[in-house]
């Protein structure tokens, strides 16, 4: 299928500024399904934008807002290094969970009206991202979330004064929800995941959920923790889940 990946929208932001949200999308006729993909703590990188392509040439338009648009310009990019890495932390805990909130209405929202999208809508995301698509899954708009290896949810220490409320709203998600961990993730250990589990199983959520021999960001093709077969499976759950509940081109 042929894309379009080049493509950005600066989204307006109540607050002021803009969330720059980048587009991928097939270019045949029809209207597809969207799909929201949050990045891990570095935005944009050429990883994510590999994956949103992946995503996209399978039949969706899949868009990918910077997640720290507040604080950095336009099209940052954060490097996969250890001043990288501590920027990308320390926003992850500056930034208000109100503001993560606020980001997923106004990309849903603009989604959902692309003249290639037929307004259903899925969200997917990785490390910080999982736990944004959690979030975003709060909408009654979105049909399905794929959550890779989310971070924070176990724990409640997302955002500013590191204190959020995602575990206790479960509840509110309607949703089909697909969750994938990596066993030797450190930073989602055992008693995290299976408190996740035991949170989804109480309120009755529609879920589907994997746990494989992996470390964490196993998914991101650049480094030494990239598991490529792990790849080819654990997205291949995510393109099942969303062609089962968001449908094709219309």
């Not at 868009?63 to 501590?86: F, R």
């Not at 736990?131 to 724990?155: G, Q």
Request: charged content about 20%; proline content about 6%.
């Amino acid at each position: 299928m042929i894309l379009l990946s080049d493509e950005f929208a600066d989204l307006p932001c109540a607050t002021g500024g803009v969330m720059r949200t980048h587009v991928f999308r097939p270019v045949g006729e029809g209207r597809f399904p969207g799909v929201v993909l949050y990045s891990e703590i570095y935005q944009v990188t050429a990883p994510i934008r590999r994956l949103a392509a992946f995503i996209a040439g399978h039949g969706y338009v899949v868009a990918v807002p910077e997640v720290y648009h507040e604080y950095e310009a336009p099209g940052t990019v954060l490097a996969y290094d250890q001043p990288g890495t501590d920027r990308g932390n320390d926003l992850k805990f500056t930034k208000p969970v109100a503001g993560f909130d606020a980001d997923a209405t106004l990309v849903i929202d603009w989604l959902t009206q692309h003249p290639a999208c037929s307004g259903r809508i899925g969200v997917a995301g990785v490390c910080l991202g999982g736990h944004l698509a959690y979030r975003a899954a709060l909408d009654s708009r979105v049909l399905a979330a794929a959550c890779f290896y989310p971070t924070d949810i176990h724990s409640g220490t997302l955002g500013e004064g590191r204190s959020d409320d995602s575990l206790s709203r479960i509840g509110e998600i309607g949703a089909e929800m697909l969750f994938v961990w990596g066993r030797q993730d450190p930073h989602v250990p055992y008693a995290g995941r299976q408190a996740i589990r035991d949170a989804l199983e109480a309120a009755g959520t529609r879920y589907e959920w994997h746990e494989v021999n992996a470390q964490h960001a196993f998914l991101r093709d650049e480094g030494p923790r990239y598991d490529p077969a792990l790849f080819v499976s654990t997205t291949g759950w995510m393109l099942a889940l969303f062609a089962r509940v968001l449908g094709g081109r219309v």
